[in-house]
């Protein structure tokens, strides 16, 4: 069952569906199948039968056809960052950097199908031995909304290169951009019922997907308590899991960096994509002696900050969604309710459609303050004096994703780089993440990493074969 390749587009078995919203507007622009476990089910043994032949496909060949998805996705990507922008609500340039960076991640698996190598060896008195990798079969893929495009690539990518078939669930507000893209795939030649998407709520479709006993791995990313309930409903299936779940990261800025640098630095990163970004630089962390200057900068830097939709020349669009709107609003409420910092700037929504909030800095912010994430435009700084102080802040959470430390002092980048608790750490920037980079987290951010070389044992499994001598 592939049921962006319906007809309709808009059928499942269910034979009911669920509205897409612009969040700059809160118009309905389009709906698309609540699908149900009788479609997961369908999906399952389409792709049960698709991956045993994508399996045999050679990796040239593999190749050749990821590298034509990547073109087909350049050749449309003013289109497919519309679309984005319209369900996701980010300005079209971040929008488009994102459809660029999908292109990119399936040329970066395009590159790695001949690399999928085991291991072989000698054993005297036992054999030869030789380990090889083999696909896992059925993989699910649960994308989340604030990075829809991207997160898909990066597991259907991984995914497809290892041979196996994928089925996707994208999030019920940003679903369009990843049918797009699934159909691009089988455009550039992945075979019908390999490349599979099952649209509809995630706890019916996605919760169908984690149950399923043929799908043998499911990379989830999404929030820490749905990543705890797919761990729980898995279990009894025994599948493998990829679980790239919220982040909370530190963006430290000592005494000695580049406070300009910084600033602008925490600026573009904490409001890219409205903050909805897993790491984005959640928890500014600034030494005491140049924190006000540090607080200054920002906020003029932030008033300058274009508001309104993702399809006019803005820096930042709206949230996603009401709800997401509703939880900043609520957590900045309780901040400075709280005495737990005070707002320098922003701190409301926008009156009338669309789910705005306003660019908003926070000073002089308490740590435990922020101790959940907060996944909205809000940057909190956080003065400290100490760099081993800062380094507890940044551990401080149960989270550990990204962190970045801003400084011109190699030792101190190497030592607050190899303290902190986290999947990465940037040195003077934050936020970057091209494939070739294995990304995850570590604590309450998940396991499992994604991209660079990780990837091959997420997707595959040893067989270990022992040749007698
Ligand atoms: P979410 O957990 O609500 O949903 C994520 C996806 O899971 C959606 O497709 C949803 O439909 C599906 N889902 C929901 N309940 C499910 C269930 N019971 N079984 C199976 N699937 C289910 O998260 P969200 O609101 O879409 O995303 C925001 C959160 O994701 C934030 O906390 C953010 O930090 C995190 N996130 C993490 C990363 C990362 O790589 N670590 C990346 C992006 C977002």
Redesign the pocket.
Known sequence: MQMFLDGTGHDSLSGSSIPVYNPATGEVIDTVPAGNADDVAAAVTAAEIAQKKWEQVSPADKSRILIAAGALIRSEADALATLLTTEQGKPFREAKDEILGTAHVFEFYASMTGTLQGDAAVLPKYGYMNVVRKPLGVCGA??????PAI?FGWKAGAALACGNAVIA??????PLTVLRLAELLVKAGVPGGAMNVVT????V??????RSTGIRH?S????????R??AL?AAPTLKKLT?????NDAFIVTADADIDAAVAGAVRNRFYNCG?????AKRILVDAVCADEFVRKAKDAIEKLVVGSGLEKVNMGPL??P??RDAVAAAVDRIVSEDCGKIICGGKKKEGAGNFYAPTLLADVSPDAVSE?I?GPVMPVIPFTTLDEAVEIANGTPYG?GASVWTKNLKTAYTVADQIRSGVVWVNRHLILPPEIP???TGN??YGR?NGREFIYEYTEPKSILLGL
């Open positions: 649960i994308v989340p909304w604030n990075m997160i669930k994208p999030s019920e507000t940003a509809g709520s995630g706890t479709a996605g919760d169908a997907i984690v499911v989830f990313t999404g929030s820490v308590a749905t990543g309930s797919v409903a679980l790239e779940l919220g982040g909805q970004v897993c790491t984005s996603n969604n709800g997401q994430e996944f994703l990304f995850g987290g951010s998940g994604e």
